[in-house]
């Protein structure tokens, strides 16, 4: 079942004045419900800016987005939009609000009005559901990168929204922080149901999605399994862009010469090819 569709969506900063900035030119994308989406592409392609869509944060300048059913430019069901899709953005400290991690955990459904019997409830199961709950009462500051982006997503967890929008949520980590964060997101996404939008620029995250869409330059690059995405290989790389480094590796080697028939997405798949031609 369709429940983002983004039709034919152009965007402008600055739209009445002279210094008007294209940002968006044309874009058109689907997610399904339940789906884990990869939106890719380099710093200044437009994924973020395809991010705030997705909530309302930002209206088309022409073309339009529909959040399971609903018009995102009907100022009448932005706070219903909202309540369905959670952005959760790359700095967690822009975030974070509260002085305990479950009182920061709480700030959104209390914003909601949920009754603070049930308010209790959600905190302790978003913190568990993202493996923060022996955390729960220690000071967002004092906790790692990785840590505070699980409380992040926590927070919007609570809220009990049906998708999730992450951009570049693994950005400012390091590489411990980073696989905590998309542990705690595969696991909201295949144990949970919740549909997933994550918008990144690290290929190896992008191989976990069901599907992959490529922006460049404002555009729609182009979309499909990660596989048939990153088979793409000149494609990606006419546009600046990288693939896999399990990919790569064996897309040099088939250049020079080795018989290597389908490409790998990661380690695994790349030491079973290698086994299979050098032994």
């Known amino acids: 079942m369709e429940f983002i ?68 430019t009907d100022e009448a069901v932005t706070y219903d939009i909202r309540r369905k899709v959670g952005l959760v953005l790359q700095n967690p400290d822009n975030q974070l609000v509260a002085s305990i991690v479950e009182e920061d955990v709480a700030f959104g459904p209390e914003n909601l009005g949920i009754p603070a019997d049930e308010i209790r409830v959600r905190v302790d199961e978003a913190l568990k559901a993202v493996d923060m709950y022996d955390h729960r009462l ?3 500051f004092k906790l790692s990168g990785g840590q505070k982006q699980r409380v992040a997503i926590a927070g919007i967890i609570a809220m009990r929204p049906d998708c999730i929008v992450l951009d570049e949520p693994t950005a400012m980590l390091d590489p411990k922080g980073r696989q905590e964060v998309l542990d705690t997101i595969l696991k909201l996404n295949r144990e949970n149901g919740i549909t997933v939008v994550m918008i990144t620029h690290y290929m190896e995250e992008a191989v976990l999605a069901d599907r992959v869409y490529v922006v460049d330059n404002g555009k729609m690059l182009t979309e499909g399994t990660p596989r048939e995405v990153f088979s793409q290989v000149e494609l990606m790389k006419k546009h600046r862009l990288d693939v896999p480094q399990a990919t790569e590796l064996c897309y040099k080697l088939r250049a020079c010469g080795v018989d290597i028939k389908g490409l790998p997405l990661n380690e695994e798949e790349c030491t079973s090819i290698l086994k299979e031609v050098l032994l």
């Open 5 to 72: 569709s983004v039709q034919n969506v152009t965007f402008r900063y600055n739209e009445e004045g002279e210094n008007a900035k294209l940002v968006l030119d044309d874009v058109s994308f689907e997610v399904r419900q339940g789906e884990f989406v990869a939106l890719l592409g380099h710093n200044g392609s437009g994924k973020s800016t395809i991010a705030k869509h997705l909530n309302a944060m930002l209206i088309p300048s022409s073309g339009k987005v529909y959040i399971d059913g609903m018009d995102t």
């Open 138 to 140: 220690k000071a967002p």
